[in-house]
């Protein structure tokens, strides 16, 4: 039985142990919850990462996964942990382009502008500069919102049992014929603020972990977040 998490940081565990940590996928979330339920985890997370890049990266997995003669889909269970809206992902053009870190990708958040003009080639630079100009939430609700679908209707077509949750508080628009496609029990409460991870944390006496320079959260932070999940999934039968 096999656990596939994905996300951003918070679901890799940035900042559990040290400050600007990228993962602890040992102490974070996902591991805890695979435990609980006895299955294998397989974090695919990481820090900055964009509801593109787990896209990508979750569809990539499920590829090499079905290659196997043992396949089975009903030991497999995917939870993901969507990013905040304002992210996007950009391919390396060359073999030795700086800033290209996550398997010739580079991970792209709005506000980071210092980091990238530091550690990224020119032309990367330039793009990420005229991609924050042109940022919108409805551009960036309408990608999310196919981005989810594009997962969910994989996942189910390939009989996979999954769980959407959000990762923060910049949840989509509110626009109802993508919401009508939502499957709203394996993704409940996407257009809640209050439900998002960080939100429940925060409304749950949880304070960011002390080593945290960029708003993460502590392992028992984690600890609890993977209790809520599992009782969710046991409650709504979603295994």
Same mark, same amino acid.
């Given at each position: 039985?096999?656990? &596939?998490? $994905? =996300?951003?940081?918070?679901?890799?565990?940035?900042?559990i142990?040290?400050?600007?940590?990228?993962?602890?996928?040992?102490? #974070?979330?996902?591991?805890?919850? #695979?435990?609980?339920?006895?299955?294998?985890?397989?974090?695919?997370? &990481?820090?900055? #990462?964009?509801?593109?890049? *787990?896209?990508?990266?979750?569809?990539?997995?499920? =590829?090499?996964?079905?290659?196997?003669?043992?396949?089975?889909?009903?030991?497999?269970?995917?939870?993901?942990?969507?990013?905040g809206?304002?992210?996007? %992902?950009?391919?390396?053009?060359?073999?030795?382009?700086?800033?290209?870190?996550? $398997?010739?990708?580079?991970?792209? *958040?709005?506000?980071?502008?210092?980091t990238y003009?530091?550690?990224?080639?020119?032309?990367?630079?330039a793009?990420?500069?005229?991609?924050?100009?042109?940022?919108?939430?409805?551009?960036?609700? &309408?990608?999310?919102?196919?981005? *989810?679908?594009?997962?969910?209707? &994989?996942?189910? +077509?390939?009989?996979?049992?999954?769980?959407?949750? $959000?990762?923060?508080?910049? *949840?989509?628009?509110?626009?109802?014929?993508?919401?009508?496609?939502?499957?709203?029990?394996?993704?409940?409460?996407?257009?809640?603020?209050?439900? +998002?991870?960080?939100?429940?944390? %925060?409304?749950? =006496?949880?304070?960011? +972990?002390?080593?945290?320079?960029?708003?993460?959260?502590?392992?028992?932070?984690?600890?609890?977040?993977?209790?809520?999940?599992?009782?969710y999934?046991?409650?709504?039968?979603?295994?």
């Open positions: 039985m096999i656990l &596939i998490a $994905n =996300g951003c940081s918070h679901t890799a565990g940035a900042e142990e040290a400050p600007l940590q990228g993962e602890c996928y040992e102490k #974070a979330w996902p591991k805890k919850l #695979a435990d609980s339920l006895g299955y294998k985890p397989i974090n695919l997370a &990481i820090s900055g #990462a964009s509801d593109d890049r *787990v896209v990508r990266t979750t569809i990539d997995f499920l =590829g090499k996964l079905k290659k196997s003669p043992k396949f089975n889909p009903n030991k497999v269970f995917v939870v993901i942990c969507w990013p809206l304002h992210r996007t %992902e950009l391919y390396r053009t060359a073999e030795n382009e700086d800033g290209f870190w996550d $398997n010739g990708w580079m991970p792209i *958040v709005v506000g980071n502008e210092e003009q530091a550690q990224c080639s020119q032309s990367a630079f793009f990420y500069k005229t991609w924050v100009m042109r940022q919108n939430n409805h551009q960036a609700s &309408i990608k999310f919102y196919s981005n *989810v679908l594009l997962l969910q209707n &994989i996942l189910i +077509s390939n009989r996979i049992k999954y769980l959407f949750w $959000n990762s923060s508080m910049t *949840v989509p628009s509110n626009y109802i014929q993508y919401l009508n496609e939502i499957n709203h029990k394996r993704f409940p409460h996407i257009l809640e603020k209050e439900k +998002s991870y960080t939100e429940m944390l %925060e409304s749950n =006496g949880f304070r960011h +972990s002390p080593f945290a320079k960029w708003g993460h959260y502590g392992e028992d932070s984690h600890k609890w977040f993977a209790d809520f999940l599992k009782s999934i046991t409650k709504n039968k979603l295994l």
